[in-house]
């Protein structure tokens, strides 16, 4: 929309950097803004969190309500149920996808466009249209609080086999058929070359099966009916009721801590996968 020869023109140059600085500050205070009120509100006293909640910073930091929470609201306790729930949940879907992608496009079955396609019309259906079923299958199964009944239904995740299987496309088939030449079995194909090859796409999986699996909270709740054996996510709510609102905020605060430190640190892997697969959005 603008030249190149208007580029050059200071007054347009410092424009553009302006709309450039006022969009990044834009982008900047949707996305810390919310974790900075957060955590704003979980040093506040609950007095103040009451009489004005909309201040910057409180007059009376307190600290210690997160070791309040901690205590008092069993806190503890419930992520240790969250990381079961998760690392559950991670190693079932890692399976799956790897599995499936490696399936589909490596081995390629005849019928395996037929499965494939039938595997992305899942993706297609509400998870609250399939809920009611999963629920009763998992009632006929006997696994109602169990973590079973929260890791098995994991693994039914189209858009994991859709980043595998795209991701497996674009390794080299010349090197599958070198290594069957040569002797190599199914299985060491999988373990011996793909996996080795595949460590960004592994890795965007497992960011995006822990991040959901985190996050979840209709499941858990509805599979999940002990409370000692439930989730952060659903404990939370719970708790909502009966908690003072700082010693809740500050549990709130502990809760996503995880899962954002975790996406900052590995941020760099999904966007490798992700332009690896080709997938965008």
Known sequence: MISAVERRRPAVRAALRSIHWLTLALLVAIGVGPLYMMVKGALSPASDLIADPLTLWPADPRPENFATAWDDLSIGHYLLNTLQVVGGSWAVQLVVAVTAGFSLSVLRPWFGRYVYGAILATMFVP?????????????????????????????????????????????????????????????????????????????????????HSWKDFIWPLVAITDPDKQPISVAL???????????????????????????????????AGLGFTGVKG
């Open 237 to 271: 709510a719970n708790l909502a009721e009966q908690a003072p609102q700082d010693e809740l905020i500050a549990a709130m605060a502990m809760a996503i801590a995880p899962p954002v430190l975790v996406f900052l640190v590995f941020q760099k892997y999904i966007v």
């Open 127 to 211: 998870y609250t249209v399939s809920m009611v079923s999963l629920f009763l299958t998992v009632i006929d199964v006997g696994l109602v609080d169990s973590y079973w009944s929260i890791w098995l239904p994991a693994g039914a995740n189209a858009f994991n086999v859709l980043l595998a299987k795209r991701f497996f496309d674009a390794l080299p088939s010349e090197l599958f058929a070198a290594a069957r030449i040569d002797g190599a079995t199914t299985w060491q194909l999988l373990t011996r070359i793909v996996l080795p090859m595949s460590r960004p796409i592994v890795a965007v999986i497992s960011l995006l099966a822990v991040m």
